[in-house]
T-cell receptor
C-alpha cells in the first residue's frame, strides 16, 4: 500500500468553527489531492497540489483552502465549517499525475 | 468540461455470472482513463490505466477495454469478494486532474 495517512480519521465539530485536515505521504510523490465524497455525487476534487507551494482549485473549492509547505504534507482547511461540508474527505497522491493512490479517508460531521 | 457517466448504478450478480460495467465519457484530448475499486469505508484502489482506443488491460477476473467514447469493465465468473463499487475517471488536457464518475456498485451473491 502507498504510504499515505490522514488525520484525524473522524471529527465532529460545530458550525462556524475552523477545521484542518492533514494528509501525510512517505512516497515523495509530486501530486497531492483533496476530494470529498457524498452520496449521489461521487468523488469531487476540492484542491490539488503539483509541487511544494503550488496548488490549484478543483470543482468544489469554495469554503476550502489548502497549503503545502513540504512535499510530504498537504493540509485542507475549512475556515468556518458549515453543515454542507459534512462529508467523507479523501486525500490522494500521484507520482505522475495519472493513477492516484488514496488514503483511508476522514469522516467529518458539522453540527 | 470533462464528463463521466457510469452505468448501471447498481448491479447484482450470482457467483459465476459474467457481466460488464460501462463508463461513457466526454473529454477534450484524452490523456488517460482510469478504473478504481472502492470497498465500503475505504479509499479507492487503483486498478487500470487505458490510454488509447483498442487498448485492453487484465487483472484476474477483470478486463478493461477502451473505445473513443466509452470503456467497459468486464467481470468474468465473479466471486463474492469482487463485490465493491467500481469507479471510472478520465484525464483530459489538464494534466494532473481527473474527473470521476459516480461509480457502479457491484454485489455478487454466492
Amino acid at each position: 500500500d502507498a504510504g499515505i495517512t490522514q488525520s484525524p480519521r473522524h471529527k465532529v465539530t460545530e458550525t462556524g468553527t475552523p477545521v484542518t485536515l492533514r494528509c501525510h505521504q512517505t512516497e515523495n510523490h509530486r501530486y497531492m489531492y483533496w476530494y470529498r465524497q457524498d452520496p449521489g455525487h461521487g468523488l469531487r476534487l476540492i484542491h490539488y497540489s503539483y509541487g511544494v507551494k503550488d496548488t490549484d482549485k478543483g470543482e468544489v473549492s469554495d469554503g476550502y483552502s489548502v497549503s503545502r509547505s513540504k512535499t510530504e504534507d498537504f493540509l485542507l482547511t475549512l475556515e468556518s465549517a458549515t453543515s454542507s461540508q459534512t462529508s467523507v474527505y479523501f486525500c490522494a497522491i500521484s507520482g505522475t499525475g495519472e493513477e492516484q493512490f488514496f488514503g483511508p479517508g476522514t469522516r467529518l460531521t458539522v453540527l | 468540461e470533462d464528463q463521466v457517466t457510469q452505468s448501471p448504478e447498481a448491479l447484482r450478480l450470482q457467483e459465476g455470472e459474467s457481466s460488464s460495467l460501462n463508463c461513457s465519457y466526454t473529454v477534450s484530448g484524452l490523456r488517460g482513463l482510469f478504473w478504481y475499486r472502492q470497498d465500503p469505508g475505504k479509499g479507492p484502489e487503483f486498478l487500470f490505466t487505458l490510454y488509447s482506443a483498442g487498448e485492453e488491460k487484465e487483472k484476474e477476473r477483470l478486463k478493461a477495454t477502451l473505445t473513443k467514447k466509452e470503456s467497459f469493465l468486464h467481470i468474468t465468473a465473479p466471486k463474492p469478494e469482487d463485490s465493491a463499487t467500481y469507479l471510472c475517471a478520465v484525464q483530459g488536457h489538464n494534466a494532473g486532474k481527473s474527473t470521476f464518475g459516480d461509480g457502479t456498485t457491484l454485489t455478487v451473491k454466492p
